[in-house]
């Protein structure tokens, strides 16, 4: 049985975002897939229990040094491994007789100015490392980041394209759950929530005054709820209500019960909050930028730059349906983006 090494290492990072989600559904994924793969999970040393459906193989150093060393050696990835994948550009990128790397983005990129020198510098180092390497396979989750690869002279047969999903197997908090967290912050009715980190590149700025102005033309939109850890910046959050992290189960609850999920950021390599909205059925207002909701009739797209777009968005949103039918139509629309065909798509880049 052919062995797969997965690094994990995003679960040990203070921010671990989409990439986390990411990781823990392609193990998932595999999980269900049965296929003839034994995946091991390789992760830093250090504090932290992070339950994996894989066996886990420590490497010998924390999250921080091991970045920097896998750039050059696949430090922890060990003897008896058939495959390596990196789940981002953090590593390893060798260890094994197949070796791939998955790239989500160029948002450092496509917007410098919501990235810090120092993460612009790491990204394009890896970057350039990773594209001089012909024998590295690379496993894209952004739809237009393989034309970019392909315009760039990229060898057609590096590149292999998947779609992640949105299935998980965890359950959402009930609604009591979820009004009695709520009223500890003075939010007793409709609420329009924003899932994520807090940082530059989504947009919260003109997400919280196109709310504000929303509002008053829609005063059932309730007020905006911030659920997510803090990234870096500083931005004015009005008087949005942030409730910082939750449980996965409580997000998905939080979600599944606003009047509006509102997603807006300036770019995306994918999108997942948007399309986890829809599979609960929630209705979403999006940036027409986010290649997950393309061609979805169920979501009100906007412009992310336009704080009007994004106001008349909001009170657009509202207005459609959402009753049980509205919200199974929401959710079907997203029902082929399973983490079992997400890890089915990779095998091809293992082989």
């Known amino acids: 049985m ?8 995003q679960l040990w990072r203070p921010q671990p975002g989409g990439i986390a989600t990411y990781v823990r559904g392609l193990l998932r994924g ?3 897939l049965e296929s003839s793969w ?12 992070h339950e994996l459906s894989v066996p886990i193989r420590r490497a010998p150093l924390g999250v921080r040094p091991l970045t920097q060393l896998w750039s050059r050696w696949p430090l922890g990835v060990g003897a008896g491994v058939d495959a390596t994948h990196a789940t981002s550009l953090a590593g390893p990128f060798r260890g094994a007789s197949r070796n791939a790397v998955a790239l989500h983005d160029l948002l450092w990129r496509d917007e410098p100015t919501a990235s810090t020198p120092a993460g ?12 001089a390497r012909d024998d590295l396979r690379l496993v894209i989750t952004s739809p237009p980041l393989v034309e970019r690869l392909r ?42 929530l924003y899932a994520g980190t807090r940082e530059p590149r989504k947009n919260l700025a003109r997400l919280v005054s196109a709310h504000a102005a929303a509002r008053t033309r829609a005063p059932d939109l309730g007020p905006l709820v911030l659920v997510g850890p803090a990234g870096w910046g500083d931005e004015s959050l009005g008087s949005s209500i942030v409730l910082g992290t939750r449980s996965r189960s409580m997000m998905k609850g939080l979600v599944r019960d606003a009047g509006v999920f509102a997603y807006v950021p300036l770019r995306e390599g994918w999108g997942l909050p948007a399309v986890e909205a829809l599979a609960l059925g929630t209705r979403v ?12 009739d169920e979501v009100v797209a906007v412009n992310p730059l336009e704080e009007e777009s994004i106001t008349q968005g909001l009170v657009h949103t509202l207005e459609r349906g959402d009753d049980e039918g509205a919200r199974a139509k929401r959710r079907e629309s997203v029902a082929g983006l399973t983490w079992r065909a997400c890890a089915h798509d990779h095998l091809a880049a293992w082989s």
């Open 2 to 9: 052919p062995v797969v090494a997965i690094s994990v290492d």
């Open 30 to 32: 595999l999980e269900q």
């Open 38 to 49: 034994r995946a091991i999970a390789l992760a830093p040393r250090g504090d932290g229990d």
């Open 120 to 131: 612009i510098r790491f990204h394009e180092d890896r970057l350039r490392r990773v594209l």
């Open 151 to 192: 315009a760039e002279g990229v060898n057609e047969e590096r590149l292999y394209s998947v779609k992640m999903g949105v299935d998980d197997d965890v359950e959402p908090a009930s609604s009591r759950e979820v009004r009695a967290l709520l009223a500890q912050y003075g939010v007793t009715g409709p609420y329009v």
């Open 285 to 296: 207002v999006v940036s027409a930028t986010t290649p997950s909701a393309w061609g979805n």
